[in-house]
């Protein structure tokens, strides 16, 4: 096999550049779970673009309709101008995610990424309340900008920010601390109003983290959290950035607990293709936006709307993804479990199809990807200490791509753990 021409990366990009370190080839074509180098070796694709591919590479009825839309000279950047693509995509949104679930969610278009999202969320909440502390979980992540960072956990990143992370304080996810009384010391400090905390804005909360190491927040920590929100006037933000769209099963992945947060971000898959697109859902009462208060260049991805939309028509007509996503995630859940049975220091944890391989041996999980890749497979660690394999396949993933990509993950824990 020839060595992919890497040089005009490695002299002209960024040092910052991280993905293509870990998987070292030029990738060319993709479609469906399959990404397909310059060398043309397959790569099966347990990543799926961090959560952004949740409906594959290049989806055949996605792509349709961007094509359709493009030979018709549709909008293609629209600030927040009304569109035709972007009507199409609010009364989706409202006839098959809202009404449905009975939701009184406005919709805000940030700009396109997850911490755009969260920014636009964050302010709103301060603006609302007139506070300005905002509380967040251990291991969280919700994205790069500085108001993402200060609600993020990871030390290496807040450390990029280069000034003081103020105004958000950290509270323990569910499983930080073993034996801790959900939410105990957080009422007892909200309500004692000398324990220093001052009065949060917000909570902003993943139902699972994603970054943070797979960690799945039981449903009954979930309704103490929200019922703890509502009783104090703290607004409640959940961060579906990674987890909503169907990864967890249900479009959002707040339905498993049956609870309704006040506010909701969702970026990476909404856009359906690939595209980029971000929105912040707010109960009605919460939209005191001013007109143009918060704004932006690219938030009329009109493209990502037609995708995006398409995605909502094809795929959350019913509940027929849902119950596959689940499915799915069951036959993964039971392999890694079988996996941990047959080798010490493995565990396993995750939700629907976003399952972990945690190792005990941190170093381990990295040696795992690094194998995984060689035997043509994409799967990229997370965690604190990058402790966890983390599976994120495309929703769409077949039965039997789901064999192919479960046999090298096997192999490639046996041969690091041969080599022990
Ligand atoms: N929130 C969550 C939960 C995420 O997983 C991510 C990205 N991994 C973000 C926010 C930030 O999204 P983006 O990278 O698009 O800014």
């Known amino acids: ?44 694709d347990f990543f799926a673009g961090a959560g952004a591919l949740n409906y594959g590479h290049n989806n055949p009825v996605l792509k349709q309709a961007l094509i359709d839309y493009l030979i018709g000279d549709g909008i293609t950047h629209g600030l927040d101008m009304s569109t035709t693509a972007k009507r199409r995509l ?25 911490a755009n999202a969260v920014e636009a969320a964050l302010k ?9 502390t905002v509380l967040n979980f251990t291991n969280g992540f919700h994205g790069m900008t500085l108001g993402a960072l200060s609600v993020t956990g990871n030390a290496a990143k807040r450390a990029g920010a280069g000034v003081p992370l103020v ?15 959900d939410f105990g010391w957080m009422r007892r400090a909200l309500d004692d109003n000398s324990s220093g905390l001052d009065k949060p804005a917000a909570v902003i909360v993943e139902t699972v983290q994603g970054e943070g190491g797979i960690n799945v927040a039981r449903v009954e920590w979930l309704r103490a959290l929200a019922e703890l929100c509502s009783a104090r006037g703290i607004l409640l933000i959940v961060d579906d950035v990674q987890m909503g769209c169907g990864r967890t ?29 971000a929105l912040v859902l707010m109960r009605s009462e919460l939209d005191q936006w001013a007109p143009g208060e918060h704004n932006g260049t690219f938030r009329g991805n009109n493209a990502a709307f037609v995708t995006g939309e398409t995605a909502l028509r094809h795929y959350w007509s019913d509940n027929r993804l849902e119950l596959a996503t689940l499915a799915k995630g069951e036959r993964i859940h039971a392999h890694l479990t079988a996996l ?44 604190s200490t990058d402790e966890v394999v983390k599976l994120l396949p495309p929703l769409t993933v077949t039965e039997e791509e789901i064999g192919h990509g479960l046999g090298i993950l096997t ?4 041969i690091v753990r041969d080599a022990h």
Not at 124 to 132: D, H, M, P
Not at 411 to 414: F, I, K, P, S
């Open 124 to 132: 709103l909440a301060r603006k609302v309340t007139g506070r300005t």
């Open 90 to 114: 609010l009364e989706a949104i409202r006839d098959l995610l809202l009404v449905p679930r009975g939701l009184d969610y406005k919709v805000q278009f940030p700009g396109p990424t997850g």
């Open 249 to 277: 099963g249900p479009f959002f992945s707040f339905e498993t607990a049956g609870i309704t947060p006040d506010i909701v971000v969702l970026s990476k898959s909404i856009g359906g293709y690939g595209l980029p697109m």
């Open 1 to 44: 096999m020839t060595l992919a021409e890497t040089t005009v990366f490695e002299a002209l990009e960024s040092n910052v550049r991280g993905y293509c370190r870990a998987w070292p080839t030029v990738f060319d074509t993709a479609r469906g779970s399959w990404l397909t180098d310059e060398n043309g070796k397959d790569y099966l």
């Open 340 to 383: 941990t049975e047959a080798f010490d220091g493995i565990s396993t944890r995750g939700r629907g199809l976003v399952q972990g391989l945690v190792f005990e041996d941190a170093s381990q999980a990295g040696k795992v990807c690094n194998i995984a890749f060689e035997l043509g497979l994409l799967v990229e660690t997370s965690g």
């Open 411 to 414: 192999r490639a824990v046996e």
């Open 167 to 181: 105004h958000a304080t950290p509270m323990p996810y569910d499983g930080f601390l073993p034996g801790d009384d």
